[in-house]
């Protein structure tokens, strides 16, 4: 790749004269008391001048890039960047992010990545409705509402145009396109806390029930339980009104009303499908008619007669519906005694009397839901199904399933399973996900100790030991600075152990530098510049790129992560910007690459202009 040279002389020559000259522009103004302007006015209006000029030259320089990614990510986030000072040249970045953003998605420019993610992540990116198109609209969404319902309303006619898209999908699961694409960008303005912003721009997507309407709402009722339970009544009039509505569509519902963000559809043939959670939101405490309304269009659905299977045209089917139910069961109990009875017997005549018809119907590693299995039962009904395997390969399967599902809940037996894997490869590879599923939940529980001893006697990878010592360090950081220093040598040093040329260590060097930088800030430079040197090895890095752990189960893909925010060389620059913003400048330079000098030159400029939202 062309490097390219930003235009920044701009800033040698403000650096070496304007910013060095204040004093013979003050001596004429300190003539008249009323037009006097402070030295710190005058070197503000300078740096904001500085910072807006960078972001037009940068984004004139971003339209002419070939990645077209890098394109369109860059001209939005100038016009995020410019949007308080130049909202008229913003706007104009604006639309030309979602020319590059159009372009982009049609050619999959998303999925088709240079860090080289397993193949089942590149399958969640397209499944996810993370394109350019959700990016660029995340950020006008939260600086301009028309121009993003104009985006949102063209997205919209494109998709109708497509024939599979002319009506919402049956699936229960599905969104549409467009609508997949409002409530990602719905969801970004609840994650920075804009809740009213992001509850506009999703209602009209909130019309019928799939994993995203569902799991938006269940986001949304931590934020605001009053606005989440009242477009959950919404949906629960449209669906009582539904024929179609099925199994799955009470399933769906039931993950609001009990299971937030663990959303399950099954289908005939008693498979599923389930998204599950980043992050565990409690169940929550609906008021009395909210729960009451569910029980009742639910038992409405459940309790329909089902069509011969020639005719049954539902996404559920027979085997579906009895999952669903046995699924319910429990809350029907709990919460709608006499309801329940009416279901069980209904139960009974779908899936039949004999021990044979019962054990048909079971879906041992899908029973997420209502009653969790216990660990004891698990470990059982593992060891049955071992016992029962035909293969080795089965076997490994059947212990690395069950090993993943009890490293989830924090018991060390996983670890017992997983030693009983006969690969060695694959062996090791589930001991590792196990091992570093344990060192989340100690991070989750802010458990300093456990982190360390996990980085120091776990089967982890040198990319996790970094991690785990970098996260300790963090925990522990106002208590304990000295300590926290040392672990966060511990975590350089693991890190420069990961392969050179790689976007991972320039990742976990970027995250070990934004809490140095407070602890100490002279390390903190000493370890930027690493990862400056780190990122000019690997071309792939852009300043915001995520190390994937993921696995493929019986029970679905589980993916663990190292990223975020805690990693984003934006946020790392916005910092350095802060500590010495003429030493930023100069290690924005440094990059060798478009993206990362990009990133960390808007960072930078933001870090002068953006007000606080």
């Given amino acids: 790749m062309k490097k390219s040279v930003l235009s920044l002389s701009v800033f040698a020559f403000l650096a070496g004269s304007t910013f060095a000259q204040t004093s013979e522009l003050k001596r004429p103004l300190e003539n008249s008391e009323k037009t006097a302007v402070s030295d710190a006015e005058l070197a503000a209006a300078q740096r904001r001048d500085f910072a807006i000029s960078t972001v037009i030259s940068l984004a004139k320089e971003a339209a002419s890039f070939n990645d077209l990614a890098l394109r369109a990510r860059v001209l939005a986030r100038a016009g995020d960047t410019l949007w308080d000072a130049d909202n008229v040249n913003a706007r104009a970045f604006f639309l030309r992010a979602w020319e590059a953003a159009e372009k982009g998605d049609a050619e999959e420019v998303t999925v088709k990545t240079k860090d080289n993610p397993p193949p089942m992540v590149l399958a969640l990116r397209r499944l996810g409705g993370n394109d350019l ?15 993003a319902d104009e985006f949102l309303a063209k997205l919209k006619t494109d998709t109708e145009a497509k024939d599979y898209s002319k009506t919402r999908p049956r699936d229960n699961w599905s969104a549409s396109e467009a609508d997949t694409k409002r409530l990602e960008v719905a969801r970004q303005l609840l994650k920075e806390g804009q809740v009213q912003q992001a509850l506009e721009i999703a209602s009209p997507a909130l019309t019928y029930v799939n994993s995203k309407s569902i799991n938006f709402l269940s986001e949304l009722r931590v934020k605001n339980a009053e606005a989440a339970d009242q477009n959950f009544l919404q949906l629960l009039a449209r669906t009582a009104l539904d024929p179609s509505a099925d199994a799955n569509t009470v399933s769906g519902l039931a993950s609001y009303a009990f299971t937030p963000n663990l959303y399950i559809t099954y289908s005939g043939d008693f498979g599923a499908t389930w998204t599950q959670p980043e992050e565990p939101i409690a ?30 045209s539902s996404s559920v089917g027979r085997g579906g519906t009895i999952n669903v139910i046995k699924r319910l069961l429990p809350y029907f109990e709990q919460y709608a005694p006499d309801t329940a009875t009416a279901l069980r017997s209904h139960l009974t005549q779908l899936s039949g009397n004999s021990p044979a018809d019962a054990k048909r119907f079971e879906n041992p590693f899908v029973t997420p839901g209502a009653s969790e299995e216990a660990p004891g039962d698990l470990l059982k009904r593992t060891q049955d199904r071992s016992d029962r395997a035909k293969t080795a390969r089965e076997r490994d399967q059947i212990y690395a399933t069950a090993a993943v ?61 970094a991690f785990a010592y970098l996260e300790a360090a963090r925990i522990v950081m106002d208590t304990k600075r000295d300590m926290s220093l040392e672990l966060m040598d511990k975590a350089v040093y693991e890190t420069m152990r990961v392969e050179d040329a790689t976007i991972d260590r320039a990742v976990l060097l970027v995250g070990i530098a934004m809490p140095l930088i407070k602890l100490d800030a002279a390390r903190g430079w000493e370890v930027m510049n690493r990862a400056a040197q780190a990122a000019n090895a690997s071309e792939d890095f852009t300043g915001n790129n995520r190390i994937h752990f993921a696995m493929l189960s019986t029970s679905g893909i589980r993916s663990l992560e190292i990223g975020g925010d805690n990693f984003s060389l934006f946020n790392a620059f ?12 100069d290690l924005t330079k440094s990059f060798k690459y478009d993206a990362a000098r990009a990133t960390s030159t808007l960072a930078v400029a933001s870090s002068i202009l953006t007000k606080k939202r």
């Fill in 405 to 465: 599902s009890l490293a989830t809940r924090g018991d060390v037996r996983a670890r017992e399973l997983a030693d009983k894997i006969d690969d060695a490869e694959r062996k090791s590879t589930v001991r590792q996900f196990v091992d570093f599923q344990f060192l989340q939940l100690a991070i989750q529980k802010k458990d300093a100790s456990e982190a360390v001893r996990l980085a120091e006697s776990a089967q982890l990878t040198h990319a996790q030991r």
């Fill in 133 to 147: 198109r959700t990016e660029v609209l995340g950020l006008v969404a939260s600086r301009d509402r028309a121009l």
């Fill in 283 to 312: 169940p929550p405490d609906l008021p009395a008619n909210v729960r009451n309304r569910f029980f009742q269009v639910a038992a409405t659905i459940l309790l329909r007669r089902l069509p011969p299977a020639d005719q049954d």
């Fill in 574 to 585: 916005q910092l350095l910007a802060k500590d010495d913003l003429y030493r930023a400048i």
